[in-house]
């Protein structure tokens, strides 16, 4: 029950979120810290707890995958219940697919340092930086990738702009559709900009589907159903 909504872990009932932080406690460590959501009976899980399995898990199969298709190997992970629907390991997630299909479709990357520098930049990323913070998680590991591949640094003049464009055209299509959030829809339009992106200003085509088509709506209470883009034909009316 507690997988099935993206809801609390451990109850299962809906999250209430705060303007304000407040001191929480984890459920699964125990861990006081300030937190912007608790479950209706109280609950709090840490983003640390929460995309502990999911992190490791698109780690372990991005190593191992040679898709070129950023967008398929993001629903393989998907697939996987160590990914919640919503949830920071999405963070690492993006990035992870990104890089891996780059590799794939013949980009020029030591895959394993990669990961492991994505790894460690994605954690420092809170869940609900989309709403608390003015940018999405899924735009920032975006972000992430094209700083690793271009070997951006604050100081480096072309790929600070780069790696800035590919964000900024990521967030604008966040904010065309609005909220509230879906780290599905964000990943997939995230991960359908920089494949564009990267065919424009680095000259490396990955794959990506005809058509992007959402499974996993029936686990999001929040889907826009028919306003999102990823909503099957089919169950449109
Ligand atoms: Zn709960
Ligand atoms: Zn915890």
Same mark, same amino acid.
């Given at each position: 029950?507690?997988?099935? &909504?993206? @809801?609390?872990? =451990?109850?299962?009932?809906?999250?209430?979120?705060?303007?304000? =932080?407040?001191?929480?406690?984890?459920?699964?460590? #125990?861990?006081?810290?300030? #937190?912007?959501?608790?479950?209706?009976?109280?609950?709090? @899980?840490?983003?640390?707890?929460?995309?502990?399995?999911?992190? !490791?898990?698109?780690?372990? =199969?991005? +190593?191992?995958?040679? %898709?070129?298709?950023?967008?398929?190997? *993001?629903?393989?992970?998907? *697939?996987?219940?160590?990914?919640?629907?919503?949830?920071?390991?999405?963070?690492?997630? @993006? #990035? +992870?697919?990104?890089?891996?299909?780059?590799?794939?479709?013949? $980009?020029?990357?030591? &895959?394993?340092?990669?990961? +492991? !520098?994505?790894?460690?930049? /994605?954690?420092?990323?809170?869940?609900?930086?989309? $709403?608390?913070?003015?940018?999405?998680?899924?735009?920032? /590991?975006?972000?992430?990738?094209? /700083?690793?591949?271009? $070997?951006?640094?604050?100081?480096?003049?072309?790929?600070?702009?780069?790696?800035?464009?590919?964000? /900024?055209?990521?967030?604008?299509? %966040?904010?065309?559709?609005?909220?509230?959030?879906?780290?599905?829809?964000?990943?997939?339009?995230?991960?359908?900009?920089?494949?564009?992106?990267?065919? !424009?200003?680095? $000259?490396?085509?990955? !794959?990506?589907?005809?058509?992007?088509?959402?499974?996993?709506?029936?686990?999001? +209470?929040?889907?826009?159903?028919?306003?999102?883009?990823?909503?099957?034909?089919?169950?449109? *009316?």
């Amino acid at each position: 029950m507690a997988r099935s &909504l993206g @809801v609390c872990l =451990v109850c299962g009932e809906p999250l209430r979120y705060f303007e304000e =932080v407040q001191e929480v406690t984890c459920e699964e460590c #125990g861990r006081v810290e300030t #937190g912007h959501a608790v479950c209706e009976a109280g609950h709090y @899980v840490c983003d640390q707890c929460h995309r502990a399995r999911g992190v !490791e898990h698109v780690l372990t =199969v991005c +190593a191992a995958s040679d %898709l070129r298709d950023p967008v398929a190997l *993001a629903q393989q992970i998907m *697939a996987d219940d160590a990914l919640y629907p919503n949830g920071p390991e999405h963070h690492t997630l @993006v #990035g +992870a697919a990104l890089l891996t299909a780059y590799r794939n479709a013949g $980009g020029a990357l030591d &895959l394993d340092a990669a990961l +492991a !520098e994505l790894r460690r930049r /994605s954690l420092a990323v809170p869940g609900g930086a989309c $709403g608390y913070w003015g940018t999405c998680g899924a735009a920032i /590991s975006a972000g992430m990738y094209c /700083s690793i591949v271009l $070997g951006a640094t604050p100081m480096t003049p072309v790929p600070w702009g780069q790696t800035a464009r590919l964000t /900024s055209r990521i967030l604008g299509r %966040l904010a065309d559709v609005g909220g509230p959030r879906c780290c599905k829809r964000s990943t997939f339009i995230a991960l359908q900009e920089a494949a564009a992106y990267t065919a !424009e200003a680095m $000259g490396l085509t990955m !794959e990506l589907p005809a058509q992007a088509t959402c499974t996993f709506m029936a686990r999001n +209470a929040e889907c826009l159903r028919t306003a999102c883009p990823f909503f099957p034909e089919h169950g449109r *009316a």
